[in-house]
């Protein structure tokens, strides 16, 4: 995946981006259609994207707004092990994953998660994997913006040894 992702990347004009990872985070907007050109494989027979959008609304409080912040050193290292244990474990062709940084408005795209397998069972199991395991193990903190003017930090990751904390 990674060689046809720099094959799609040469193809485009753009280069080669020697940054570039499979999973990573990134403070400007997610380019979708790109990342899921990078996925096209003559082996798979499916692919499954997933899109998170920052929402107006979470525990019965209008939200306005959401600030994410990583610790993205960390965030990158475990999101790359986090689509190295689904390729494994789902037999996947492809796997690619993003997750934002900053201050996003309503409706943005906060994290794109997109998988390509031989099969749809495949697919749809490591792409719910992928976004599970991202939300309950990656180090990422997001501030809500309420409509009422206060703010709060909730910490996205669900169990795991971030669970709970605030950003450092």
């Known amino acids: 995946m990674w060689c046809s992702f720099r094959r799609w990347l040469a193809a485009e004009g753009r280069g080669f981006l020697p940054l570039m990872k499979p999973f990573a985070i990134s403070a400007v907007p997610i380019e979708v259609a790109a990342l899921a050109r990078a996925l ?6 499916a692919c499954v994207t997933f899109e998170g ?13 959401l600030e994410y912040e990583a610790y993205a050193l960390l965030a990158e290292s475990e999101g790359e092990k986090i689509l190295a244990e689904a390729r494994e ?19 943005e795209l906060a994290v794109w998660v997109g998988v390509t397998a031989e099969h749809r069972g495949a697919a749809f199991d490591a792409c719910r994997y992928i ?3 991202a939300k309950a193990r990656l180090p ?5 913006h309420y409509a009422g003017g206060t703010t ?17």
């Open 89 to 107: 474990r789902f037999a996947l062709t492809g796997a690619v994953a993003v997750h934002r940084t900053g201050h996003l408005r309503i409706g």
């Open 152 to 168: 709060a930090w909730i910490n996205c990751a669900t169990r795991g040894e971030h669970a709970g904390s605030s950003p450092p």
């Open 40 to 45: 096209a494989d003559d082996r798979a027979g």
């Open 53 to 65: 959008w920052v929402r107006n609304r979470n525990e019965g409080q209008p939200v306005a707004s």
């Open 131 to 133: 976004i599970d395991e």
């Open 140 to 144: 990422i903190w997001k501030k809500e």
